[in-house]
């Protein structure tokens, strides 16, 4: 339990929007709104394809990472 608590902030303090619904599916547009990115950088991340800066390409897995 301590441990979800500690997730939680770090989230809210990292600026990481935290899911509406827990049970709901993760979403591309949940991804690039958490890593300030499109819906197709956050593709193109996940499929591992396409032109993506090492930089944003962390940002976005991070972010993905985060929110489960």
């Known amino acids: 339990f301590a441990f979800a608590i500690r ?5 809210l303090q990292s600026g990481i929007p935290l899911p509406i619904d827990p049970k ?7 991804v690039s709104e958490a890593s300030g990115v499109s819906e197709m950088t956050v593709s193109r991340v996940l499929r591992n394809r396409g032109d993506v800066s090492g930089a944003t390409r962390e940002r976005v897995l991070e972010a993905a990472r985060s929110l489960g």
């Open 7 to 11: 997730l939680v902030k770090s989230q």
């Open 24 to 30: 709901r599916p993760l979403t591309l547009r949940d």
